[in-house]
């Protein structure tokens, strides 16, 4: 619209809650299945009984906080009896730390900040559901962050065996699993007692990653902010990250690049403009999350001049730079893949046989760059 600008108390934005990350969406579509394994699972609380266990997994991005989140909602709704708990592992990484959660949640206050024991805070937490009749159900979101010495088991020991101990309580737990691979292992003394419900959230497919992000426009922006066409280029640049976060970022930060040059609607280049920012953004986030061996790895493969390289190589030049052995070798790989920064499930054949292929799934200079500036 050419000659139409914004006054500077103008905006693009109907409702911009909706395109915060912490927003739980009104319609939730594809998404029925989990959502009615969830309620099966949680359902006998109704009763007085103890809920069934689950555990949510599936890639980033897939809804799995979000129908946790909903059920909970509707829980506190219907179930005076019953209590839910949503606790962040990645902010919560001790045994100690979820309790204290728990425990605050509860009671209505953090517990003393020291000297209290850990038996203190669960002995505390069964009595007060003892004492008030209460169910409790706790959703570990991102349980992947207790799997380093094992907290996971010790958090689901606790929880689960709390009856054994303090008779009467009654705790159910819903894992959240973030996780392209739906491989996890629990303990076995922990694994016959938490048998949880599987509940599997596939990644979107394009027209699912469309449906979402158009109903989101749709409500979220004044109409005519954002065309057809320009809804689709935000769905191919989603579906190709894989994470429909994404997707809602952008609608986001491409509705303020469009105000920022005092345009009524969103453009392609504003979406091309601000994906190319925050991919490199995103990816620079990423990587400074690692430690120094999958980092090394990362430089190892930049380095290289073709875009795929034999495994044996790279693993000769992670030994020599890092001194570890195979197997660490091995699950650096694994998690390296699992963040989609490289493939390493490649095999081809060639000259000497079939050999093991690694490819960086980013620009090369865009991956040396981010190492680069943790350095500084
Ligand atoms: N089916 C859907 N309909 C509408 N919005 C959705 C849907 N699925 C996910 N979303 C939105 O996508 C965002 C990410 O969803 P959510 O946080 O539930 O993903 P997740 O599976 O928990 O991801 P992670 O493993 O990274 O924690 C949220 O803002 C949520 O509102
Ligand atoms: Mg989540």
């Not at 790989?333 to 490289?342: E, F, G």
Request: glycine fraction near 6%; include cysteine.
């Amino acid at each position: 619209m050419p000659g139409k600008t914004l006054l500077w108390d103008q905006t693009l934005f109907r409702r911009g809650e909706l395109f915060e990350f912490d927003y739980i969406p009104e319609q939730f579509a594809h998404r029925d299945s989990q959502l009615r394994s969830l309620m099966f699972g949680v359902r006998p609380s109704l009763a007085g009984m103890r809920p069934l266990n689950a555990i949510c997994v599936g890639p980033p991005g897939t809804g799995k906080t979000t129908a946790v989140r909903k059920v909970f909602e509707e829980l506190s709704e219907h179930a005076s009896n019953v209590i839910t708990v949503h606790v962040n592992c990645q902010a919560n990484q001790t045994r100690y730390l979820i309790f204290s959660e728990i425990f605050r949640r509860l009671i209505g206050h953090a517990p003393p900040s020291s000297g209290v024991s850990f038996k203190k805070l669960l002995d505390e937490v069964a009595k007060y559901l003892v004492q008030n009749e209460k169910i409790l159900i706790v959703a570990l979101d991102d349980i992947n962050y207790l799997f380093h010495e094992k907290e996971s088991d010790n958090v689901l020991y606790s929880l689960l065996r709390a009856h054994e101990t303090h008779p009467g309580t009654k705790i159910g737990v819903i894992a959240i699993l973030s996780d392209d691979n739906l491989s996890y292992v629990f303990d076995p003394k922990v694994g016959s007692i938490f048998l949880p419900e599987e509940i599997v959230f596939p990644r979107y497919d394009w027209d699912e990653v469309r449906g979402i992000l158009y109903d989101r426009a749709k409500l979220g922006f004044y109409s005519g902010v954002i065309s057809e066409d320009v809804i689709d280029f935000v769905s191919d640049y989603t579906s190709e990250a894989g994470d429909i976060r994404v997707g809602i970022d952008l609608l986001k930060r491409s509705a303020l690049s469009a105000e920022q040059r005092a345009s009524t609607s969103i453009s392609a280049d504003d979406v091309r403009s601000v994906y190319e920012r925050s991919r490199i953004l995103h990816l620079s986030r990423t990587i400074a999350t690692l430690n120094s061996g999958e980092q090394a790895i990362l430089a190892i493969l930049a380095e290289k001049t073709s875009s795929e390289v034999i495994a044996g190589d790279v693993y000769t030049a992670f030994h020599e730079t890092t001194g570890l052995g195979y197997t660490r070798f091995h699950t650096m790989l694994a998690k390296l893949t699992s963040l989609r920064l490289i493939d390493a499930d490649l095999v081809t054949e060639g000259m000497h046989g079939r050999s093991r292929r690694i490819e960086l799934r980013h620009d090369s200079m865009d991956v040396l760059n981010a190492l680069d500036a943790m350095q500084r």
